[in-house]
């Protein structure tokens, strides 16, 4: 069984940068698409970046595209998204999630991935 653990969140200032990880355990990354959601209070979630089962794909909505890089290291059965111009409105929880689907593009979009992180708190304030 698939487990995700999401790691790295924490208290930013607008236009400063976070580095999220979600560490693997279980089983081997590398048959998954992984995403990374957040949600904030009174909205919906949202995928925020996807990245397929071997790294070579990415997907970014254009809220966060060209400020946040998902990257993966099926080594280490670790996935990563680097936040750098961070804006007030991103703060919400950060969850990662693992789904055996076949792009980036539909993991973004899903509505029950396979498995979920519980989840880490990013705050961007000053």
């Known amino acids: 069984q698939l487990q995700l653990v999401e790691s790295g969140g924490g208290l930013v200032q607008p236009g400063g940068s976070l580095r999220l990880s979600c560490a693997a355990s279980?089983?081997?990354?590398?048959?998954?698409?992984i995403g990374w959601f957040r949600q904030a209070p009174g909205k919906e979630r949202e995928g925020v970046s996807c990245?397929?089962?071997?790294?070579?794909?990415?997907y970014y909505p254009d809220s966060v595209k060209g400020r946040f890089t998902i990257s993966r290291d099926n080594a280490k059965n670790t996935v990563y998204l680097q936040m750098n111009g961070l804006k007030p409105e991103d703060t919400a929880v950060y969850y990662c999630?693992?789904?055996?689907?076949?792009?980036?593009?539909?993991?973004?979009?899903?509505?029950?991935?396979?498995?979920w992180g519980q989840g880490t708190q990013v705050t961007v304030s000053s």
């Open positions: 999630a693992a789904d055996a689907v076949r792009t980036p593009q539909s993991m973004c979009v899903i509505k029950r991935p396979g498995y």
């Open positions: 279980g089983s081997t990354l590398d048959a998954y698409a």
């Open positions: 990245i397929s089962k071997s790294g070579r794909v990415t």
